[in-house]
């Protein structure tokens, strides 16, 4: 059955035979083989594969941090290709939040200052970024602990403090590297019941995870194998 075209109004990211080929020595990886997929705005999607497969590269590529060999990438209709590293940056700092597995928080700053880095990058007024990380840091439910350092902090509580360095900066999509992977199940469990939250709220959510149980919860599957997609399973929007 042919798959319906998505709506352009609705398309996010854009990605037509992207290749990302590296050269170790004196030979060449292809590490993205000729990738086509379309991300539409409201998506949950998780990026599976084996090591080796290609999904931390298209993770890396969709987040501005590295650019394809060849190939068309769009992020929000803008030809990634064109962009300097200035703005590269600038996409990743207005319109991407990431959370990655280790969480790197910085250890010397407060779960606060930890949330406000976005903004301080930003150049956002030092009173409306202490007020938006006070907000955020609610909503992940860590209002208590806001002058705590990471180390003061269990694994959840780190991960829930990268979540809401995420999204401080209204971010229009988030990428997940292995978000639940430093973390036991019943933690893991309370993270993605957290992103599934958000996702449902309206924001776009790319996760790259290798557990079968934790890309349950995104609502569309994409599996990749030897840098090209091998298969997709997509769940219809209610």
């Known amino acids: 059955m042919a798959h319906?075209?998505?709506?352009?109004?609705?398309?996010?990211?854009?990605?037509?035979?992207?290749?990302?080929?590296?050269?170790?020595?004196?030979?060449?990886?292809?590490?993205?083989?000729?990738?086509?997929?379309?991300?539409?705005?409201?998506?949950?999607w998780a990026i599976m594969g084996a090591s080796g497969s290609g999904k931390s590269t298209m993770l890396n590529l969709l987040g501005c941090l590295d650019r394809p060999t060849s190939g068309l990438y769009l992020f929000e209709g803008q030809d990634v290709s064109l962009k300097d590293d200035d703005g590269l940056s600038e996409i990743r700092l207005q319109r991407i939040g990431f959370i990655f597995q280790s969480f790197n928080l910085i250890p010397q700053l407060t779960v606060r200052e930890n949330i406000e880095l976005p903004l301080y990058y930003q150049g956002q007024p030092t009173?409306?970024?202490a007020r938006r990380a006070e907000e955020l840091a609610?909503?992940?439910?860590?209002?208590?602990?806001?002058?705590?350092?990471?180390?003061e902090l269990?694994?959840?509580?780190q991960q829930r403090v990268a979540i809401a360095r995420a999204l401080a900066n209204d971010p229009g999509i988030l990428l997940a590297d292995e978000p639940t992977g430093n973390l036991d199940s019943q933690t893991s469990g309370q993270i993605m019941a957290f992103l599934q939250e958000l996702n449902q709220q309206g924001l776009t959510v790319i996760m790259v995870t290798h557990e079968a149980d934790i890309a349950a919860h995104a609502t569309s599957r994409l599996h990749m194998r030897d840098g090209l997609i091998d298969n997709v399973e997509r769940v219809a929007h209610a």
């Open 4 to 44: 319906p075209q998505p709506d352009k109004r609705n398309v996010v990211i854009q990605l037509e035979n992207v290749r990302r080929t590296y050269q170790m020595g004196s030979v060449q990886v292809h590490a993205l083989a000729g990738v086509t997929v379309t991300f539409e705005a409201g998506d949950f």
């Open 127 to 129: 009173e409306d970024s």
């Open 138 to 151: 609610e909503r992940v439910g860590l209002a208590d602990r806001l002058h705590h350092r990471p180390a």
């Open 154 to 157: 269990s694994g959840g509580q």
